[in-house]
């Protein structure tokens, strides 16, 4: 049975940093491709950022130079580091695992991040 277990959401000021953890259970984690989706209120989630198990990344033109996704294999973790944050970054954040051919798909039950003065 697949787990992804999010970490390290909280509240934080315009321009602070935070960094979330998801730990992933119950698959092959380095055959995945791992991302970060989030979801504000009264708006739809989007993809934030992505990793694939070749280590590239893709991210949301809002957050490009700011955030920072990587992955630890050997502790089936993938991070995101957030930096200059925005009251606009305030949202539910999902951690995402996709199998090998896009065959499934696993989400994480999300961390809030507050962004605000």
């Known amino acids: 049975q697949v787990q992804l277990v999010e970490s390290g959401g909280g509240l934080v000021q315009p321009g602070g940093s935070l960094r979330l953890s998801c730990v992933a259970s119950g698959m092959i984690f380095s055959l995945y491709t791992m991302a970060w989706y989030r979801q504000a209120p009264g708006k739809q989630r989007e993809l934030v950022a992505a990793?694939?198990?070749?280590?590239?990344?893709n991210y949301a033109d809002s957050v490009k130079g700011r955030f920072t996704i990587s992955r630890d294999n050997a502790k089936n973790t993938v991070y995101l580091q957030m930096t200059s944050l925005k009251p606009e970054d305030t949202a539910v954040y999902y951690c995402?695992?996709?199998?090998?051919?896009?065959?499934?798909?696993?989400w994480g039950s999300g961390t809030q991040v507050t962004v605000s003065s």
């Open positions: 995402n695992g996709e199998s090998p051919g896009r065959t499934y798909k696993y």
């Open positions: 990793v694939t198990r070749g280590d590239s990344t």
